[in-house]
């Protein structure tokens, strides 16, 4: 299947502007997926690599923090010239800084480790910011109709999901035959190929009105009055911390969390037995397409569907806007984080099942976040905003990790599951909704 065929159900009459919607959706998701492809390839087997180097779980944990703690500082800067420096070139700055980071972590030694994650945590921040940013500026410069960005959203989450479901596979196999630090390398090749795709395909914005010349302070300054300006991107910025804390924290810890689950399971001491953590992954991802196929269904009908219709079944889907998913997003991560601190030691199948309902509450929260957040920010500081907004998140995970060693993994699951039940609360309470029109 074909990203130009998932649209011809839905192809609007002007067929000029349906050829420019999927010709600009094709250039961004070839790229996006490339990319994403890259950064899967080392989830599985980022924490049997440290392990394999002979580093324990704080020394890893601190690994992590630093990453984070150089997302919140260096990346915020990286990201927020995008707005003045050119989208595509922050683009392209990504790719270098992940080209070397993945370099640095081919050897086992801990300063190049160190320095390898703070470069990622710069990475990382330019990733999630600057090629959305992109898109939104493209999808705007060409008039298209502004809801037609959920569709590209919920797509890249769908695909993104496929590509991680290839990625586990991969990287499990890659590892069988060349060792942990094999998918590494392949997502290095992945990151040169997603570079010379920018620079064929991309066409260069601005969320300025700029030439090109850095303007940081004047940046983050206008960043910082437009949340001021606006309620609810705080309080998407609020939900996203906490959704995202939670996920980070997870991916630190359900190897381990797994592992021990495993031994007590099988009934046997060794907590550093061979899972298919390649699989196991591949079916997470498999929950996130899932996810992602349920906002783009649910937010589709609903935004056809009366909500004075007779018929309950079309009611009930007029009801699923795009800030009651991410709410649902959210209420299904808190569930099933309970469901970890409850049963993590004890049951290794509802362990599964956990992670699963979590990896499908991601495939939600993504679109719907990427949606709402493409609707409230000002084009002329998005990438600021977006790069900003990550800031409390990486100080949160850090906080967390630098306590990781003092928590059990129970209590990391409650704090977790006590995070996104604090975001569904302010989304219920505090987001101010756009009122579906009545037809």
């Excluded at 983050?220 to 437009?226: A, H, I, R, S, Y």
């Excluded at 004075?308 to 009801?319: A, D």
């Excluded at 099942?353 to 979590?358: N, P, Q, S, T």
């Amino acid at each position: 299947m074909t990203m130009e065929s998932m649209d011809i159900e839905s192809q609007p009459d002007d067929s000029q502007q349906s050829k420019r919607f999927q010709s600009l959706q094709y250039r961004y998701l070839s790229v996006y997926l490339v990319v994403m492809g890259a950064d899967w390839l080392q989830g599985p087997y980022l924490y049997k690599l440290y392990q394999s180097y002979g580093f324990d779980l704080v020394q890893i944990a601190f690994l992590f923090l630093t990453g984070f703690v150089s997302g919140a500082i260096g990346g915020t800067a990286a990201g927020s010239l995008a707005d003045s420096w050119g989208r595509r070139r922050g683009c392209l700055l990504f790719c270098v800084t992940s080209f070397i980071s993945l370099l640095l972590r081919l050897g086992n030694n801990y300063p190049l480790l160190f320095i390898s994650h703070i470069l990622s945590g710069m990475a990382a921040s330019m990733q999630y910011s600057v090629f959305e940013a992109w898109y939104v500026a493209e999808h705007t410069a060409e008039n298209l109709p502004s809801d037609w960005m959920a569709r590209t959203f919920g797509k890249a989450t769908f695909l993104n999901g496929l590509v991680a479901i290839i990625a586990g596979i991969v990287a499990n196999g890659v590892v069988d035959h060349w060792g942990y630090t094999a998918p590494f390398i392949v997502s290095m090749g992945l990151v040169t190929v997603a570079a010379g795709m920018i620079s064929s395909s991309f066409a260069e914005n601005y969320g300025e009105k700029s030439t090109g010349k850095i303007q940081l302070t004047h940046t983050l300054m206008e960043g910082l009055q437009t949340l001021w300006r606006d309620s609810n991107i705080l309080i998407l910025g609020a939900a996203q911390t906490a959704f995202e804390c939670a996920m980070y924290i997870f991916v630190l810890l359900y190897t381990p969390a797994i592992e021990n689950a495993a031994a007590i399971y099988v009934g046997t001491d060794e907590k550093n037995q061979e899972l298919p953590l390649g699989y196991l992954f591949s079916t997470m991802m498999f929950a996130v397409m899932m996810g992602s196929l349920s906002f783009q269904a649910l937010e589709r009908r609903s935004s056809s569907a009366s909500i004075t219709s007779s018929c309950l079944l079309l009611r009930l889907i007029s009801w699923f806007t795009k800030d009651r998913l991410l709410i649902s997003a959210l209420t299904l991560a808190c569930a099933s984080f309970g469901a970890m601190a409850y049963n993590q030691s004890a049951s290794l199948p509802i362990l599964v099942i956990a992670y699963h309902v979590f990896e499908f509450s991601t495939g939600l929260y993504y679109p719907s976040l990427s949606s709402l957040k493409a609707e409230v920010i000002p084009e002329e500081t998005r990438a600021a905003v977006m790069t900003l907004l990550r800031i409390p998140m990486n100080i949160g995970v850090g906080i967390i990790m630098w306590h990781v060693d003092d928590l059990s993994t129970s209590m990391m699951w409650a704090i977790c599951s006590l995070m996104t039940m604090s975001g569904t609360a302010l989304l219920i309470i505090k987001y101010k909704s756009k009122l579906p029109q009545q037809q």
